[in-house]
C-alpha cells in the first residue's frame, strides 16, 4: 500500500498525521509513505525526524486583518494558490499513492484535493470540535471524513459525505502508570498533585496565575504537590519569579521546568490538570482519566479550543474558565474547592475517561481498509 498524508503548521495536525502513519504499519508493515507539507513549517523537522519522506509545496493562509504586512502576505498567498494545484499533482503522479489522507492544515488543501480530482479514494480527520476551514472545504470531496469528536458534525454540512467518530490516537505511553508509582517516580508523596503547563511555547496566562498559585499553596503548607512547564515564553520571568519568592523549582512537593519531557509520568501523577485545550491535549486527558480546569487559548482559528474545552466541560470532565476571566483569585478558589472535594476530582476523572474511545486505532483501520479497498476495485 501507498500512502500519501498531507498535513502541516502545527503539531495539532502533523502529530495526527504522524500517528495515523503508524497505525497503518501496524496491519501494514511493508505500506510506503510519502507526507506533503510545506518547507518551512514544523513538518519540515517533525516528519523526517519520525523516518518518513517529506515533498514540499508551497501554500499560505489568507489574512484577513487589513495592514501593510498582510497585504504582502496575502499576494503571496494568491502567488502560491496559483502554482500549487500544478505541485500537487507532480506529487501525486510521481508517488502515485493507492490512498491519500489529510489531517489539516493549508498544505492539506490542494494536496488532497488534487488527489481526490484524480481518483484516488481519499479521507480527512478533524481533530477539533470545531472544524477547521481547509477540513470544511475538503469535506465534500473525500469519501471519508474522521471525526475526534461528534460534536465537530454540528458545524458541517453532514449529508454531503460518509464519516465516523474515530477519536485522536494519543501516545502509546498515556495511562500506562499507576498514580502512585508516577509520585515514588517524581519524588513525591501521596497528597493532591497538580499538574499545569501551557505546551512548548508556554502561556502567560496560565504562567502568571501558576507563579500566584504556587505562592499560595507554599506560603499555606499545604500538602499539595504541583508540577509546572512554563515553556520558552516563561523562561526568563518564572524561574525569577520563584527565587524572588524564596521557592525553589524543586523539592519533595515542586518540579518547574522549561519543558515537560516526561508527560505520561507527569499525567498519571496527576489529580488536576491545569492546560490549555488543544484535541491532543485533551485526547490525553480522556486517556489518563483526568480532572482539569481549561483555559482556552483565545488567538486560535474559529476559538477551536473552547469548542474542545466545552466537550469536557459539559460532560462533567473540567472547569471552563476563558482567558478573559481569569484572575489568580478565581483560579486558586477552584483549585481549593477540589483540593478540598476528592469526591468531585473522581466524578470529574471518571467523566473524563467515559468520553475516552480506546479503540481509536481500531477506528481509524477500519476507514484504511474501506478506502484500500476502494484502491484496489479501481485498478
Not at 11 to 16: A, E, S
Request: aromatic share 6%; proline share 4%.
Amino acid at each position: 500500500m501507498k500512502v500519501l498524508i498531507a498535513c502541516g503548521g502545527t503539531g495539532g495536525h502533523i502529530n495526527p498525521g504522524l500517528a495515523i502513519a503508524d497505525i497503518i504499519k501496524s496491519k501494514y508493515p511493508d505500506a510506503e509513505f510519502l507526507f506533503a507539507g510545506t518547507p518551512k513549517g514544523m513538518e519540515s523537522k517533525l516528519v523526517p525526524k519520525a523516518g518518513y519522506k517529506l515533498e514540499t509545496i508551497k501554500v499560505a493562509g489568507f489574512q484577513r486583518k487589513i495592514s501593510l504586512e498582510n497585504v504582502g502576505r496575502n499576494i503571496k498567498a494568491v502567488t502560491y494558490l496559483a502554482t500549487s494545484g500544478k505541485r500537487a499533482k507532480e506529487i501525486i503522479t510521481n508517488f502515485k499513492p493507492d490512498i491519500a489522507i489529510g489531517t489539516g492544515g493549508y498544505a492539506a488543501g490542494p494536496v488532497i484535493r488534487k488527489a481526490a480530482k484524480m481518483g484516488i479514494p481519499s479521507a480527512i480527520h478533524e481533530q477539533n470540535a470545531y472544524p477547521g476551514v481547509t477540513n470544511k472545504l475538503l469535506a465534500k470531496e473525500v469519501d471519508y471524513v474522521m471525526f475526534t469528536v461528534i460534536e465537530a458534525l454540528d458545524f458541517m454540512d453532514k449529508d454531503k459525505f460518509e464519516y465516523s467518530v474515530t477519536g485522536l490516537p494519543v501516545r502509546s505511553n498515556i495511562n500506562k502508570m499507576t498514580k502512585s508509582e508516577a509520585r515514588r517516580k517524581l519524588g513525591f508523596n501521596n497528597d493532591f498533585t497538580v499538574l499545569s503547563f501551557g505546551g512548548s511555547l508556554g502561556a502567560g496566562c496560565i504562567n502568571e496565575t501558576m507563579t500566584e498559585t504556587i505562592k499560595w499553596h507554599t506560603k499555606n503548607n499545604l500538602r499539595i504537590n504541583h508540577i509546572h512547564g512554563y515553556g520558552g515564553m516563561g523562561k526568563d520571568t518564572f524561574p525569577k519569579a520563584m527565587k524572588d519568592a524564596g521557592i525553589p523549582m524543586k523539592n519533595n512537593r515542586l518540579r518547574i521546568m522549561e519543558y515537560i519531557n516526561d508527560m505520561n509520568v507527569c499525567l498519571a501523577a496527576a489529580d488536576l490538570v491545569i492546560c490549555r485545550s488543544g484535541a491532543s491535549t485533551l485526547a490525553e486527558l480522556e486517556a489518563a482519566g483526568k480532572a482539569s480546569i481549561l483555559i482556552p487559548s483565545p488567538i486560535v482559528a474559529g476559538n477551536h479550543q473552547y469548542h474542545n474545552a466545552m466537550v469536557l466541560g459539559k460532560a462533567g470532565a473540567a472547569v471552563v474558565i476563558e482567558q478573559k476571566d481569569v484572575t489568580n483569585e478565581k483560579i486558586i478558589s477552584e483549585i481549593e474547592k477540589l483540593y478540598n472535594d476528592p469526591d468531585k476530582v473522581q466524578i470529574m476523572s471518571d467523566s473524563a475517561s467515559k468520553l475516552h474511545l480506546d479503540d481509536t486505532n481500531r477506528r481509524i483501520l477500519d476507514v484504511i481498509d474501506k478506502l484500500y479497498e476502494k484502491s484496489k476495485n479501481k485498478k
